[in-house]
């Protein structure tokens, strides 16, 4: 009974908060707030170092790069367009040297003026503090910047296809020169967008009231940009995932950020769907990695062996039907996606492999975060290394610190674990670069969790990249070439639910890919809905 004890008492603490929210009979309207809770604490609330959909989501209407990505949900949502840039860039040189100009008059939300040179050191601050974006930006040798005229050029070592969609990644959004060259999630950065982070409490929560700037500046010089509806918008971290969904259903918050228990889903869909609940595809991939650097995931027959004895519906069912199996690290619908499954549910071959294999190894840590279903879905996986003879132990970590402890190369014990990954961008490369090449393995911020180095495919990936168009063919195979070396054992690709308040208007909320809900579409179906505090 603790569990229901629990869930009461977190929402009876919101009702209050929804009490003082309404205006008193005659008072002038106050400002309009959008309450939301997250189940975890994004991994920081810095643009140079985020690299989870909790942080992206959290900061997409905060931090603007040199160039973004269009608000619109669907395809429209991917395309690249001018973000503090006046335009796109211009390419020159084989593909190594890209031109543009930061617009002039901007502001961040302290009232400084925006610089070009600021991207310069943007971009030394990202690299200085080992962030988990570097290996996008490795290929840049020189960047020259003019503050009077706000040229920015930046020259690369080889071409870089890709490097128009890593200029609207976050890891590169403006920050103030000065700005300290360590993790600021604790006190965000200022910003340039509509919104600002006005408080952070670690672990707890943070809120955003509009940036002042926007209205007096940045608004009219960034016409491209949504504004945003609600004046502030205050998030709570509520770890339990029933409170969440009994808060949104009271109206004591307006929106969750994450999906609620896949047990109620069903029964949310049916009461919500269309008004209140929907669900959105994603460009994503959910796999469990295996460290290819150690005992006894260096042996290819046994990772071979796992991904034959994983049955991804069962995962399915785990997840309530919100991830579609599949078998392979491109998602449906990225360019150079071939339907492809080397490894079919059977466990008589995954055993046969083992036993050929002769792990001596045989004792390993399995590491999980604790949000659910993933947790779930991880204790199965433990559950089958040891019907293959493993001794496996669960490790739980909370969400909050999950990606930093497996993403430092010092911690104790990384054999294998649950990840999941969403684009970055809509390019292939972003589903094998941070993913599996060499050159995204980091002391810190390590995003290549199954440490697998392969020159002749690192090459394969550089090549690949360089081209100004896409090789679905050359991808395709590329695909291919992993899944047979089987570093990791994908299980699917997520399909991902907003719901909201009946407060809210969910026709008019942006769901992006890339960064997922939209904080600058929410808006209220009627006005009047104000905080006191």
Known sequence: MRGAVAVGAVLSALFLAVASMAPARGAEPGPTVLRATFASFPDYLDP?????????????????????????????????????????????????????????????????????????????????????????????????????????????????????????????????????????????????????????????????????????????????????????????????????????????VDWMQNPPPPSLTAGIKHRYGGSQFRLDPTLSLYY?????????????????????????????????????????????????????????????????????????????????????PNEEATAYYAQVLRGLGFKARLKVLSADNYFTAIGNLSTPNLDTGWSNWFEDYPHPNDFFQPLLSGESIFRRYNSNFTQIDVPPLNRRITGLRERQRISESGYAALDRSYMKLAPMAPYGTRVLSTFVSSRVALDKVIWSSTFGADLASFQFKYSGWTAVD
């Not at 392979?328 to 466990?347: A, E, N, T």
């Open 48 to 252: 140079q170092l985020s690299y989870t959909a909790e942080g992206w989501t959290a900061m997409y209407d905060t931090y603007i790069p040199l160039l973004t990505y269009r608000h619109a949900s669907g395809k429209a949502g991917s395309e690249v367009i001018p973000g503090l840039a006046q335009s796109l860039p211009m390419i020159s040189d084989g593909g190594r040297k890209y031109v543009l100009y930061l617009r002039q008059g901007l502001r961040y939300s302290n009232g400084r003026p925006v610089r070009a040179s600021d991207f310069k050191y943007t971009v030394r601050r990202m690299f200085e503090m080992y962030s988990g974006g570097s290996s996008f930006f490795a290929d840049v040798e020189h960047i020259a910047t003019d503050d009077e005229t706000g040229r920015i050029a930046i020259r690369l070592t080889r071409p870089r296809g890709t490097f128009t969609y890593e200029l609207a990644l976050p890891f590169v959004a403006l920050v103030p020169r000065g700005t300290p060259m360590r993790d600021q999630s604790a006190h965000p950065p200022p910003a340039t967008g509509p919104y600002a982070i006005t408080e952070s409490r670690i672990g707890e929560g943070w809120s955003y009231e509009r940036n002042p700037e926007w209205d007096l500046h940045n608004g009219a010089l960034l016409p491209q940009l949504p504004g945003g509806h609600v004046d502030e918008i205050r998030v709570m971290v509520m770890r339990n995932p029933l409170a969440q969904v009994r808060a949104v259903e009271d109206g004591a």
């Open 288 to 372: 469990f990695w295996m460290n290819t650097a150690k005992t006894p995931f260096d042996d290819v027959r046994v990772r071979r062996a796992v991904n034959y004895a994983i049955d991804p519906k069962v995962l399915q069912a785990i997840y309530g039907g919100q991830v579609v199996p599949a078998h392979q690290i491109l998602p449906p619908g990225m360019p150079g996606y071939r339907s492809l499954d080397l490894y079919p549910h059977d466990m008589a071959e995954a055993r046969r492999l083992i036993a050929k294999a002769k792990p001596r190894d045989r004792k390993i840590t399995v590491w999980a975060d604790n949000e659910s």
